[in-house]
């Protein structure tokens, strides 16, 4: 008799952090969308916390805006992200919970922003932080604003898998496909 193959164990926090995450950062992007003019401010914190509605044309920071190779060069880097992403996710054992953790999180995001690229052209950020006093000040001389990156919910997502890829790799439990010990 044939059996199937047992699930993966991590399916279902892989699928219910991306339609999570896609619903929350869709339904907040389309908000800002209906609700706010193009660099339209609603300051929640003053001096710290704003929602702004910005679209980004380019990558992460608007690199690559008005490139005219923008929209392929940024779909096949998410398609090739994914694809590597999901090897890597397919790979991992029962015990890397929070390596599944951190691939769902990019994923998740990727995917949220990848929604946004494909029906608009674009990507809707709107989450404004600015360095509060001598820190904005810092921030002013060495960068040249204290106003950090504007963002959305998916680019959480994103730097939250980071932070935790880096975590991970600091203790040293991350370690890519290929690289394991037999």
């Known amino acids: 008799m044939l059996t199937k193959p047992a699930p993966h164990p991590h399916v279902a926090l892989l699928i219910g952090l991306t339609v999570g995450t896609c619903i929350v950062d869709q339904a907040t992007k389309a908000w800002v969308r209906l609700n706010l ?9 003053p001096g710290f916390l704003e929602i702004v509605h910005v679209e980004n044309r ?30 890597w996710f397919r ?9 599944a953790w951190s691939l769902g999180l990019v994923l998740a995001g990727a995917s949220g922003n990848f929604i946004d690229r494909l029906l ?6 709107f989450v404004e932080l600015t ?4 820190l904005g000040t ?9 106003s950090w990156a504007v963002f959305n919910v998916a680019d959480v997502g994103i730097s939250l898998g980071l932070v935790g890829f880096v975590l ?5 439990q991350l370690v890519p496909p ?4 037999p």
């Open 131 to 134: 360095a509060p006093g001598p």
């Open 168 to 172: 991970l790799a600091a203790r040293g």
């Open 120 to 125: 608009y052209r674009q990507v809707t950020d």
């Open 37 to 45: 003019g193009l660099l339209e401010r609603i300051p929640v914190l």
């Open 58 to 87: 380019g990558m992460a920071w608007g690199l690559l805006t008005g490139h005219p190779l923008r929209l392929p060069l940024v779909t096949f880097a998410s398609l090739a992200t994914f694809v590597v992403m999901l090897g």
């Open 138 to 146: 810092l921030s002013e001389s060495l960068l040249g604003s204290a």
């Open 178 to 181: 290929g690289l394991e010990s």
């Open 91 to 99: 790979r991992l054992r029962e015990d890397e919970r929070s390596l």
